[in-house]
């Protein structure tokens, strides 16, 4: 049923006869006796009296429009008109002949444009505290003024808009708002946005005198050499990384207009810049491929022994291999990381543009050369004619290098990462809540017991 | 029968339907307002109305006042040695108003509609439910102060009108803007504040009398039964101020006395800073009901603050009109609550009048808003926004955060802030969730608004068919039921000073206090007074008493005219 059928009427209906309609429906669902009914009511009533009234108002900005075409107006008036009284003053001995006081609104809003803050906060007070505004039509037009000045003018702080709000009783918690929520969300938006560049810049004033306060701000924002950002960023504690990641997020998803407004460029790989979450990556692959290396080799003969258990100890004996493969490769990391400058130096020449990623990425000493040793023992591990030997160690190495990169590399997902995740997530979805019903695994159980007998036995049979 | 009453601040009233207009009922005193205060005689006995407020310093250990702003608080007024709450200061307030109303009604009375500030809160109208319970009154419905206005004005208006209610009370503020058609009243919408009336501007006149004084040169202020005389004697010179330009503060104490000459324009300078308070919740009234001042057709003021021409003055300017004055700003909200209880009993001499209301304030739930791929917690998800008409059923939709959360907890709050920090606490309400993903629980959370301005809340999981109703039990200031037995059971043990007795109370204890404020000649005067009073008590004679309280009566309202 419309909203309209349940008032019983055409859907053309005047407000008036809405309402009346309204208020013969109200006497049978009255709201203290059938509150449900009421609400139907009531939700049909707001509805209809919506479309009415908005159809009304288009028809009047109809007329509107055609009637201010032929009586063209010479400039729209920036001054507060006073508005007329209902009823002229002199009845209720309040002096009506007071005048608007000084300075004027076209003064005032100059000095706003010009920021100039505290002659535009004085006048504001004059202004509230004159009898002249006490007329709420007066009042209200007074403060819709102030709030057009406020979203035309630029370059106000935020802490002149909270004077502003102090001044004029602007509070969001009372819900005393000059106007819709979403015109003074706006303005609010904009403070934020200019308190968080002010936090910025901060920031970086700060970076620029001590060089020890400000560094995530700076590793984002300031525009310096890859040498000085690989050193900047290899100075970095956890502390330091999670600022960097909050900031660079704020500007990414709130406010991207800022470091535009500060005349700064943020680094567009920040997520390349975090430290890698986790090797697991590079784990897994030395694993498995010296594994393999090992493996084929005892099977093609080089190493003569019990093929089988050999086949089983490797890969457990390539565990503690890989471990202290790791713990030799941290001490290398920080040898690397003193001639971080070099590093850079060397890699911007010699490694692809793609892996070096401005110094966020593979570096020559630090990531590339440990990469040899690996190569070197799937080299001296596989036994079979040279070619398998020179393609071992070349497979390897190129493993260790993509993986490492996958590492270091943040931000981007790879396709067969987005995969992995997606099964992952399908999977999630199956139903493994109902495992938590102990009966219901005890029957599964049974039933696979069961399955696996009768398929024994029938083979026996 | 239904009584209505208007249990306010600094006053009460009642009254009821008589079947063609809502009477006010006197008290035992032949008054038709009570003061709004209780406390214990010296025998330990019940008394409420004007013998409490005479011995409010004198005794300022057996007696309470202003208890409307505790009401749904914890707060607890010591009284000959026994804690109470608000609510059951309330209570042995109506208990004495109920009495009352059946001596003048000649019918026992078990119902009540009372009437609220329409900007009460949640926890301060279950207080005012509560403590109708206490008194052994069945509520029947709470009216909203300006509503109940608007109904009397109505009554008397058949036609289409829009109308500002402007509701100054002692404790309270109030702005509701109703629309009157085809035996509608609609409430459009209510603002107000709950901490401004006029025992502000009492409490401002007793700083500035202090401040001029010296505070050194005077005996402790702050002591009870010191502040109560300040307080009496500031809203005194307020009241003279409405007619005259100048009054004198006086204080006398031990062979002392402390003058002040007050005139109308310190006044206005000392009330300017309440002045500007009462314009913010009647711009949002407007704002919310998308009513321009010049569509309203008439400003109806309320409550006796209205009474002083600094107020007047002031509604008249902001709306550049003159209010309406015919009502009796004290009565008018007593009269809609009488004509709301006619009409919960559908008395047949009255038209059909539908009256609807809405909730002031905006109801909600907190949350937490994803900012990149971080959440931050403590904003606020409206679900029954401010002015919604009620009764009012919303729902919204909530999912879980985290993965394998096995408990949502929504903290309930009221306010209209973004962040729920500023906002006011309700209560929480917990529901159990099977483990999932994070995201993957949706809760539908429903509020709903009753018509007396009770909240409900109410969580279903759609996933497992569960439901869970809130008892705000984190709430200090709303009792629990088995308190409510206890502390009825306390109330219900308290004798009641004998009615009979009463004028003779009340004289004697204005004697006791007129005495303690006077000195020399004038002290001596009232102890003649009181002695021969006393005596004229002693003989036990109807007849001489009688006479002896008309005179004597005569005498104090001439030696209080001459001080």
New interface residues.
Partial sequence: MSHWQMLGLAPDADERSI??A???L??VH???EN?DE??RL?QAYEATLAEAQWRAQVDDEGSYVSLDVSGSTADSPTVVQA?A???S?D????PTSISPPQPSLDQMQQWLVEGRDRQVMDALRVWLAS?WL????R??QFELSVLDWLESAEGWSPAFFDGVCKVM?W???????PCEYWRWDRLIRRCEAQAFAESVRADLTRFETDKVYGQPAALLLKAMADGDRRELADGFDGGDWQRFAQLA??I???YPEVPGQLGLQPVDNWRDWLPPTSYRGIYLFLWVALSVVLITSVFTGLIRKDGLSSAVIMPVLMIAVNWVGMKAYGIWALVAVTAARLDVLLSQWLVPRRWYRQGAGLLLLRHILPGAAPAFLAYIWSGGPAWLRWGSAVAVFLGVLYFTNQALSGGKVSIWARAWRAVKLRV??LPW?TLQHPGLVVVIVVLVMAATVYWRMKGVA | MIIGIDLGTTNSLVAAWDGEHARLLPNALGNLLTPSVVGLDDDGQLIAGDIARERLHTHPHLTASLFKRYMGSARETLLGGRAYRAEELSAMLLRSLKADAERALGVPVLEAVISVPAYFSDAQRKATRIAGELAGLKVE?LINEPTAAALAYGLQQRDEATFLVFDLGGGTFDVSILEL????MEVRASAGDNFLGGEDFDDRLVEHFIASIGAADLPDTSQPGMAQRLRREAQRVRHALGQAPVARFVLREQAREWCLEVTQSDLANIAQPLMDRL??P???A??DARI???DLDEILLVGGTTRMPLV???V???????PAMQLNPDEVVAQGAAIQAAL?ARHASLE?V???DVCPY?LGIETSVQ????YQSGHYLPIIE?NT?????RSRNVSTLSDNQKVVRLGIYQ????LVA??IFLGELEIPV????AGEITLDVRFTY??NGLLEAQVHLPINGETRRLVIENNPGVLAPEEIARRLAALEALKVHPRDQQVNTLLLARLDRLYQESLGDGRDHIAALANHFQQMLDTQDEHRIREARGDINLRLAHFEMER
Avoid: C, M, W
């Fill in positions: 309402k009346r309204y208020a013969r109200l006497k009255r709201p203290d509150p009421f609400q009531r508005p009284l209902a009823i003053l009845d209720i001995d309040v009898d006490l007329p709420f039509e009042r209200q009783g509070d969001e918690a009372q819900a005393t708002l997020q704020a990414e998803y709130q999630g979805r809540h | 419905k058609f085809e035996g509608v314009r913010a009647i711009e949002r407007l704002r321009k001042v010049a007047r003055k002031l008249a300017t902001l709306f550049g009109r003159i919960k059909e539908v009256l609807t905006t900012l990149g791929n971080q401010r008409v009620v009764p009012v059923s306010g209209e802030s973004r500023n906002n099977p483990p999932r993903k009753d018509n």
